[in-house]
């Protein structure tokens, strides 16, 4: 499913145009990237839990050359799904 079929599909379900579903989710992407960006966690009832977390640095091997190399520190955005959606998946 790509974002259009997605919007089509929400806004049937909710009984509203596909423009004021695609502004909901764009406000829903937006403050959820500044949140994350502030470093909070944000969890989603139902949904799952998702925060940023910094992967430390660490040496890496090149298989071909055997050169090691220094991978710089980073963050990562992690999600952890709700137990209520993981049963659902089942």
């Given amino acids: 499913m790509n974002n259009k079929e997605f919007i089509t599909a929400l806004a049937a ?18 403050h959820l990237a500044e949140k994350l960006e502030e470093g909070r966690t944000l969890s989603i009832q139902g949904f799952g839990n998702f925060e940023v977390k910094k992967k ?4 890496v091997v090149k298989p071909g050359t055997k050169q090691r190399m220094l991978v710089p520190p980073k963050l990562a955005l992690s999600f952890k799904p709700s137990n209520i959606l993981k049963d659902k998946l089942k």
């Fill in 13 to 30: 379900r909710m009984g509203i145009s596909t423009k004021e579903t695609q502004q909901l989710t764009q406000a829903f992407n937006t």
């Fill in 56 to 59: 430390m640095e660490r040496v």
